[in-house]
């Protein structure tokens, strides 16, 4: 897979695996073996439509519709 770059800052991403914690409505939810790209320089997180899904299923316990 290609490297690509940072959308905040245009530096290198490198891939991580691990857990990512995000916040939610009550708490902060932590999200296990998570795949995703952070920027070397800002650390900027960018996460594939396959981890998006897995975030929302985990943090909101369901996949969201997508509103326009
Ligand atoms: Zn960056």
Known sequence: MKNDRCPVCGKNLEWKRGSVIFPAKAKKVAVDNLRY???VAC?????????????????YGQKREHVA
């Open 37 to 39: 790209q952070e920027c």
């Open 43 to 59: 650390h900027e997180k960018v996460f594939s439509q396959e981890a998006q899904e897995k975030i929302e299923k985990t943090v």
